[in-house]
């Protein structure tokens, strides 16, 4: 059986001889044991401590459905028809469900659904990291700025901030028999790398998320190495080779001292827990579900992504992470070079004709469908990305505004976020862009006050934590939640 990889890691200025390398508890890999000690996790966190506001909390469960690469607000859902052409680009807007609420032409089934929606559309990051990608997946994800020497090249650290919806999974009560956190249908890097605030990071391994895999090719084929026996291993085998393992005392022993190896055995029982659960198996596959349910959402595996984040949720696991997943032979086929939503090039042909529909039908169906199952009050959905795209058209990477079919550049200073259900109040928008949607004009947010309103929907008010030195500090302590959408 094979044993765990490990690597070097720097933790607070320091380097952490042994520190675990694999985040994803790779079961037919990761059932075997160490050969040698490691390090002290950076952080280990009490249990969440009962409270009263707690048990009021409205919603179970959270879908985050992350747009990566930045989507562009001022063509999709804080439209600017009244400015330059050059501004307000080629799309129109239409009404909306929601009196009041336009939303650009090409999402006419969200259109209908907009009534269940609250768009911030005062979110920005008010130059607190640098105008690019991996700073701004950082601060949207974990709530915590990036600062402004934060690199773009910067991968996730073992001493970073944690995931928003690692948090969620450390402070609620374990499921039962699913995972309390599930990240699909990619991760959110190539290659096993993780990008800045995608992990738990200090708060340790056992609360990053379970990785399910999706195939573009096979939109119903979802794999998830934590749920997958290779060749010729049974259940039955697994538990053998698991027990196996509890006669090797003096490894134990040796390695029982460290918080690290503590945490990584937590993951193992938990893969062996889910292996040998049939009904955790279940619930990840979306081929049950009719036909006409799967016909309503779409044939992409970003769409049964989104069905089975509500298959999950229906089976009470607390946060699911859909990130979307973009194709990269087809981005290069149609010209749309930055890859998924970021649009420096071909804008208009690339929102369009491919990635609009492939989100406006699969998301509109995935709110009416918890809203029809009685479940919307009880899921908080969050559409948000890592920034928006610059109000002005012409990027000079394609070709400036002269271009045939100019892009939209970087732009961390205006985005919107969409949520809807666990409390909030649909139909509403939150704050405003200036009149071309450069920055926030009223009630400006933060990725901060968007973190804590996750928080404050889960009925998560005890963000207190334990560092290994046994002295608490704040998970966040910047920001609020925004209390007038609910």
């Known amino acids: 059986m094979a044993i765990p990889s490990w690597r070097t890691g720097r933790i607070h200025g320091k380097m952490e001889r042994n520190a675990i390398h694999r985040r994803e508890f790779l079961v037919a890999s990761g059932l075997g044991f160490a050969a040698a000690a490691c390090g002290p996790t950076v952080l ?35 439209m600017k028809p009244d400015a330059p052409r050059d501004i307000r680009g080629d799309f129109q807007s239409i009404s909306t469900s929601a009196p009041g609420i336009d939303l650009c032409e090409h999402l006419p089934h969200l259109a209908r659904q ?36 934060f690199p773009n090249s910067r991968l996730a650290q073992p001493d970073d901030w944690p995931f928003v919806g690692s948090v969620v999974a450390h402070k609620l009560p374990a499921h039962p028999s699913l995972p309390s956190l599930v990240w699909l249908p990619t991760k959110s890097g190539e290659n096993g790398i993780h990008r800045p605030g995608a992990i738990a990071a200090r708060l340790g391994v056992q609360h990053d998320p379970l990785y399910v895999e999706g195939k ?73 579900e009719p036909e006409s ?50 649009t420096h090039w071909k804008n208009f042909s690339c929102l369009k004709d491919y990635l609009l529909p492939q989100f406006d039908q699969p998301f509109a169906a995935l709110l009416d469908d918890l809203h029809t ?75 901060e006050h968007i973190v804590h309103t996750i928080y404050h929907a889960m009925g998560i008010h005890d963000l207190e934590a334990i560092d290994n030195q046994n002295r608490p500090y704040n998970l966040l302590s910047e920001g609020k939640p925004l209390m007038e959408l609910f």
């Open 373 to 447: 199952r009685g479940l919307l009050d009880q899921t908080l959905v969050v559409v948000t990305s890592e920034m928006g795209r610059t109000p002005k058209l012409g990027d000079p990477r394609s070709g400036g505004s002269g271009a045939a079919e100019p892009g939209r550049d970087h732009w961390t200073h205006c985005q919107t976020a969409l949520l809807a259900g666990g409390g909030i109040r649909g139909g509403q928008v939150y704050g405003s862009s200036d009149k071309i949607g450069a920055y926030p004009a009223e009630r400006q947010v933060g990725p």
């Open 44 to 78: 280990a966190v009490p249990p969440m401590k009962e409270t009263p506001t707690a048990s009021r909390a409205t919603a179970k469960s959270t879908i985050l459905i992350w747009l990566n690469g930045g989507p562009s607000h001022v063509d999709l859902w804080d």
């Open 114 to 149: 907009a009534h269940h929606l609250a768009l911030v559309r005062s979110l920005g990051q008010h130059g607190r990291g640098p105008n690019d990608h991996h700073p701004g997946y950082y601060y949207n994800l974990t709530g915590h700025p990036p600062g402004e020497s």
């Open 293 to 342: 349910v799967r016909q309503k959402y779409g044939n992409t595996v970003n769409a049964m992504s989104m069905l089975m984040a509500r298959r999950l949720v229906e089976a009470g696991v607390p946060f699911v992470t859909v990130y979307w997943y973009h194709d990269y032979e087809e981005d290069k086929k149609r010209g749309c070079l930055g890859g998924a939503w970021d």
């Open 216 to 288: 573009h090719a096979a939109p119903l084929d979802f794999r998830s190495p934590a749920l997958t026996l290779e060749g010729e291993v049974t259940a039955e085998r697994l538990q053998n080779r698991h027990e196996l393992l509890k006669t090797i005392s003096d490894a134990e022993r040796e390695l029982d001292g460290s918080a690290s190896v503590r945490d990584y055995k937590l993951h193992q029982r938990k893969a062996l827990s889910l292996l040998t659960s049939q009904g955790s198996k279940t619930a990840f596959d979306v081929s049950r």
